[in-house]
């Protein structure tokens, strides 16, 4: 049967153009689809969204053949984890866990950039840009995707990597359950008296974490999660009054804060798919689930689908049979609806009722005095088997 294309992926944020990248890089005939214009090269102060990067994210994004701009990243070889009030402690390093560092800090905008830079010099993707698809029909040999531009595409499988909003999952008529955990996230960049080096900081407090994550220089990103009407108001104080507010808060680990840049906020809920597949249909990255962003996993678990289809359609003929969309979904959902409870229970600790906030400081004490607990922790967090013996 005569296709346009053996995949296509509508979406080209970071999950959809990674998963292009990685086919294209293997010789697939690929089409892109994006509503949006192709991405612009960053410059100037970093942009307020950073994601964390773990191993495996990192070897994907490498195996597609695109590299993580340096001068938009930063690596990090230590975490250390308090609670406010000072009773539980905890410090991760790379080395313990047999990992040269625990990955990168990058800027989205960047790594969108760089994936979208890739794809340009792949000759089998094919980008679609400025468009969405408006019906979608599945036969038994092609799944056919109308456009808004007037255009029909289709394909042997195609992938929805269109967020958390997605569209294309609306129209396959698969259902999400979602959970609203009544917080917002202050997202703001600040400039510290002392270098943050390659340690990111996380600190527990009753209404929500607070993180400060690693960029060069004397930069950091800080994370701020509250509740709604806090948030709101923390995002409307002027830049002096915010740093006196983040020195008050946040223990001066970093010396004093000299300059806040640029701030947003984002409610904070959680979404998961019932199913992840559809006839000739996958769903990767946030239009899959949505997770609780204070362990910084949303967009490595996406890139850890688009790296497990991507082993699927490599290694068969028929790109969108059943068993190798079912293969895909046993293997991925089990794995997010576990890094679904771990984030939600961790909220919970630390934001539950006392004796909960108390299990949470034990929690972090533990991981202190038990090596084993802290190497087991972080090779999950870094999506390595937490079985392969320390070097
Ligand atoms: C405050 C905060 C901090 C976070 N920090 C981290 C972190 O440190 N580490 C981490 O791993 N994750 C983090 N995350 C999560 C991470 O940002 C998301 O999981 C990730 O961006 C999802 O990527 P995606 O490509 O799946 O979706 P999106 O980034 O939403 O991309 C979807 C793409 O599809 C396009 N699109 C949408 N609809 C259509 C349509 N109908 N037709 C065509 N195109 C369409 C959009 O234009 C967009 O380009 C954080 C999230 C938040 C809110």
Redesign the pocket.
Known sequence: MQRDHQIVI????????ALAARLGHAGVNVGL????DAPVKPEGDFDL?????NAR?LAFIKAGGTSIPPERSHVFRRIEGFSQNGRGHSVFTAEESGLENFGC?VE?KAL?YALWQRLERLPGVTRYTR???LSTVAGSEARLLELDNGKTLSAALVVA????????REMAGIDVSRYDYRQR?L?TNVETELASEETSWQCFTPTGPMAL?PLPGHCASL?WYDRDGTTRAREMLSDDALARAIEAAFPKRLGNILRVTGRAS?P?KRQHAKRYIGKRLAL????AH??H?LA???????LHDADTLAEQILARRDAGNAGTLRRFEVKRRLANQAMLAATDGFHHLFTGPRPLQKLGDCGLEMAERLPAARYFMSRQANGLSPFTPRR
């Open positions: 509508v979406g080209g944020g970071m999950v959809g153009a689809v994006e509503r949006g969204r950073i994601s964390s990067l994210s800090f989205n969108r468009c969405a698809p990597a269109d967020g958390a909003h997605s569209r294309l996230a997202i994550l994370i984002f904070i990767i990255g946030d239009a949505v997770v962003p910084g996993q949303g967009l490595n678990i996406g």
